[in-house]
Nanobody, 115 residues
Framework: QVQLVESGGGLVQAGGSLRLSCTAS????????MNWYRQTPGKQRELVAQ???????YYENSVRGRFTMSRDNAEKTINLQMNSLKPEDTAVYYC?????????WGQGTQVTVSS
């Protein structure tokens, strides 16, 4: 059974930083594209950042320049370094692994940014 576990969420003031991590198990990690999504109540889950199996990155416009995604295939881990956080970044952040039509999801970690 594939398992993805996020960590690193919490409460920070606007302008602060957080580093989210997601560790996978029971997965051939290197072949998957890895993604960070976020969701707030009443809104559709949105893609925040992606790093492909080849290492290419994508960032949603509102986080580009503030967030940095990385992966460590040996540790089966992805990270999301979030700097200059804004209240609008408040959400539950989810890790996902995708390969073709297959997708796995973590349980989510709460990020709250206060004004």
């Amino acid at each position: 059974q594939v398992q993805l576990v996020e960590s690193g969420g919490g409460l920070v003031q606007a302008g602060g930083s957080l580093r989210l991590s997601c560790t996978a198990s029971r997965i051939i990690f290197n072949i998957y594209d890895m993604n960070w999504y976020r969701q707030t109540p009443g809104k559709q889950r949105e893609l925040v950042a992606q790093i492909t199996s080849g290492g290419s990155t994508y960032y949603e416009n509102s986080v580009r320049g503030r967030f940095t995604m990385s992966r460590d295939n040996a540790e089966k881990t992805i990270n999301l370094q979030m700097n200059s956080l804004k209240p609008e970044d408040t959400a539950v952040y989810y890790c996902s692994a995708t390969w073709g039509r297959q997708a796995y999801w973590g349980q989510g970690t709460q990020v709250t940014v206060s004004s």
